[in-house]
């Protein structure tokens, strides 16, 4: 049913979805192939294509449609070439008006479209390539370009430039003579100014050494033999006998008597086989200078004459003869010239220094020492402080070009934040008015900043507040930086040229530099008990004798303040804060006071006070040998049972490696149940014991336990997931260290 019979028998509205084609009728959607396989070339089948007659006109009882697409198959692949050239101006030079640029137009018969390229030459300084793109070309008159246009000996006009066509190929010529049409003889390419220039012969008279050259070769091609000159015969031994062998030496030129000039170092070549002079340079790190590959070319370095004759400015024409520098001119000590440059030679390789010796005779030195002594570096002094802002701010535009914020202890800052040290100050001066003035110093150990702070009291004339406000205290005395060790109780600092004695502290200060002893030496309770047990023992100090009187005296034990004042009256090195912390490790009741026999019992330890008449310095330094020793001893000790217990672990290692493979379920359920307790779901130390012992029932020593955890369970990552912990087990992580290979340290041994 065709489309007109359809719409009288639907007479539907033309509305958009009631309109229905052709295509509504069929029941099989299916394609045809076009295309069959054939042994020749495919062609497409074209009595199998669907045509509506009604719309396709019809001629010569196929469609014309059909009859181009033969056509197309017809002329695949077929192309006319023609060759040909244009011309182009030149504005702006004086040897050519006009350049002629050679050129391909290519006509392709199955769809009529044209290109135009250029062969592309090498170094033309010009673009080259396709000029024209593959498409159909239009005519000025209208219509397009065909084949009927393009012959040889015309002239074609492409979108305003003339192209004139020269030659064509055969098939071009045959297929043209096939239609009837005439194609003439080639023509010739016409040349340019620039290509006369190029084709011109060089007329430059040839040297004494190219016109041997050509007679030699005259004398080869022709058959004859040719005799050499001395000269060669000489240069051609020299070559076999010596080629590959080279002089190498180290050089000098001292060229600091220039602008910017410098003590330069080069290495110097000579080659044997052509007694030709190479010289490089050798360039320090970051010199500065341009690493050229070589600084004088390999050539033939004559000898100076002691004077300079310009050769072109000379009237003669006789050349003096040139000395080149030979081998003998060659050795340690020897200064030569090359092109004005004096090089000191100061040293060679063995192979030179033996050659010297086989056939100059000459005796192998030493280096010369030429290097000048180093200058000793200044190191650069840091400016006042002028007083603007923090001083290392200050110095960071010393240090840097680049502004850049100083860097900050972050460990300190995490493990001290919120620490600090607190003082109670009194201002030392002979005014009275300052005498009654009391200051808190706050010490941060986040930052090592300092603050002082004054509290108001009442009917002092005096009003409280900030003193200092925070910063980094800087001693006015010394000029260094306020530091913590600085500051006890007894200690006089110099603060912005105030003179402050530190009288008190508080309880929580007391208790962190107790803590921290190492840092504090008047909190070590073991240095100042070492220095009063000197005292003590020492008949020189009078200490033993001082306290057993005023203890007499006072009957209940002596105080704080007159134990202060025994040692300030004998004169001893002993600081406040020292005779509080003996107080506060003595001091068993909490009254304040200690007695004669408990500082003699905890001192001497059953030795007699005053018995040995020396100073108590020698006696101290005595006592810290003593003491040192027995840590050194302690100390081996200690890494002796450190390498048992690594041996140990070892096997315990394998132990647990065996215990692992006889029941992986056993190991992965107690892991899974210890990582589900723990707070993060991880395994650490602790759980890795817990396992071991409580959950496995193995009872391993706990030393052994922790030996393995520190290799397995490092510090920068002291806790794992349930996962890696089993593939610890297993060996398969990539840690470096697994239960398997702590076992096979033990295979090995």
């Known amino acids: 049913m065709s489309s007109n019979l359809m719409r009288e028998t639907f007479k539907l509205p033309k509305l958009p979805g009631n309109g229905f084609q052709e295509e509504m009728m069929k029941k099989s959607f299916k394609k045809r192939q076009m295309m069959q396989p054939l042994t020749g070339p495919r062609n497409m089948d074209i009595d199998r294509i669907p045509v509506d007659f009604e719309s396709v006109p019809i001629q010569g009882g196929k469609p014309s449609n059909m009859q181009d697409q033969e056509a197309g198959l017809t002329l695949d692949r077929k192309v006319l070439r023609f060759t040909g050239y244009f011309r182009e101006g030149v504005h702006e030079s004086r040897l050519e008006s006009e350049r002629v640029r050679r050129c391909v137009v290519r006509y392709f018969l199955e769809d009529d479209t044209i290109s135009v390229t250029e062969p592309r030459e090498d170094n033309a300084g010009m673009t080259q390539g396709c000029m024209l793109k593959r498409h159909q070309v239009p005519k000025d008159a209208g219509g397009y370009c065909s084949f009927e246009d393009l012959n040889v000996g015309q002239s074609v006009t492409f979108y305003g430039k003339c192209f004139h066509l020269c030659d064509c190929d055969k098939f071009t010529r045959d297929f043209l003579a096939g239609l009837g049409i005439d194609v003439p003889d080639a023509e010739e390419f016409p040349t340019d100014a620039y290509q006369s220039m190029r084709a011109r012969p060089d007329k430059k008279p040839r040297d004494v050494e190219d016109r041997h050259l050509v007679a030699v070769m005259e004398y080869t091609y022709s058959g004859k033999r040719s005799r050499l000159s001395p000269e060669e015969l000489h240069a051609a031994k020299q070559f076999l006998l010596n080629d590959r062998k080279v002089l190498k030496f180290k050089a000098k030129w001292n060229d600091s008597t ?163 040290l607190k003082f109670s100050m009194r201002m030392e001066s002979s005014d009275p008015a300052n005498e009654v003035r009391r200051f808190v110093l706050t010490y941060y150990l986040t930052d090592d900043t300092v603050s002082i702070f004054e509290p108001a009291q009442r009917n002092s004339g005096i009003i409280g507040g900030k003193f200092l406000q925070r910063t980094k205290g800087k001693r006015s005395d010394t000029g260094t930086v306020l530091k913590a060790a600085d500051l006890f109780i007894g200690a006089r600092i110099e603060v912005n040229h105030h003179k402050f004695i530190i009288f008190a502290t508080d309880e929580k200060s007391l208790a962190y530099m107790e803590q921290n002893s190492s840092s504090y030496n008047h909190s070590d309770i073991n240095s100042v008990m070492l220095k009063i047990r000197s005292m003590l023992l020492s008949s020189k100090t009078g200490l033993a004798v001082a306290v057993r009187n005023t203890d007499q ?163 920068p990552q002291p806790r794992h997931d349930l996962a890696e912990v089993i593939r610890i087990l297993q060996g398969t992580s990539l840690h470096g260290v697994t239960i398997p290979s702590l076992a096979a340290e033990v295979k090995r041994k």
Not at 392 to 409: A, F, H, I, T
Not at 610 to 634: C, H, M
Request: proline share 6%.
């Open 258 to 420: 220039t602008l910017y000039g410098d003590d330069r170092r080069f290495t110097l070549y000579y080659f044997l086989a052509d007694d030709t002079i190479e010289v490089t340079e050798d360039l320090a790190v970051n010199a500065g200078r341009d690493p050229f590959p070589s600084f004088v070319r390999r050539r033939k370095c004559a000898k100076p004459t002691g004077k300079y004759d310009n050769p072109k400015a000379s009237l003669s024409f006789k050349n003096d003869p040139q000395v080149p520098y030979t081998d003998s001119d060659l050795f340690i000590g020897a200064e030569i010239e090359v092109f004005g440059r004096k090089f000191q030679l100061i040293s060679c390789d063995p192979f030179t220094t033996k050659y010297l010796q086989t056939i100059h005779g000459r005796e192998p030195c030493e280096p010369l020492v030429v290097d000048s002594p180093p200058k000793p570096k200044v190191k650069p002094v840091a400016p006042p402080y002028n007083g603007f802002g923090d001083e290392e701010d200050s110095l960071g535009s010393w240090k840097n070009l680049v502004l850049k914020p100083p860097k900050k202890n972050a460990k300190q800052f995490i493990e001290n934040s919120g620490s600090m």
């Open 553 to 715: 005296k006072t009957k209940m034990g002596i105080d704080y303040k007159v134990l202060v004042s025994i040692f300030s009256d004998l004169g001893l090195p002993v600081s406040e804060h020292e005779v509080l912390t003996v107080l506060r490790f003595l001091d068993v009741n909490n009254d304040g006071s200690v007695t004669y026999e408990e500082l003699m019992h905890c001192a001497l330890a059953g030795e007699h006070a005053a018995s040995i008449d020396e100073p108590w310095q020698r006696i101290l330094s005595n006592s810290e040998t003593d003491v040192n020793l027995e840590k050194s001893i302690g100390m081996s000790e200690e890494l002796d049972h450190g390498n048992h217990i690594a041996t140990a672990s070892s096997h315990l290692a394998l132990f647990i490696m065996d215990k692992y493979n006889d029941r992986k379920t056993l190991f992965n359920n107690a892991c899974r149940n210890e990582a589900d307790h723990s707070p993060d779901g991880k395994v650490g130390e602790k759980e890795f014991i817990n396992i071991i012992n409580s959950r496995l029932k193995l009872n391993c020593d706990v030393r052994q336990l922790k030996a393995i955890c520190s290799k397995i369970l490092p510090k």
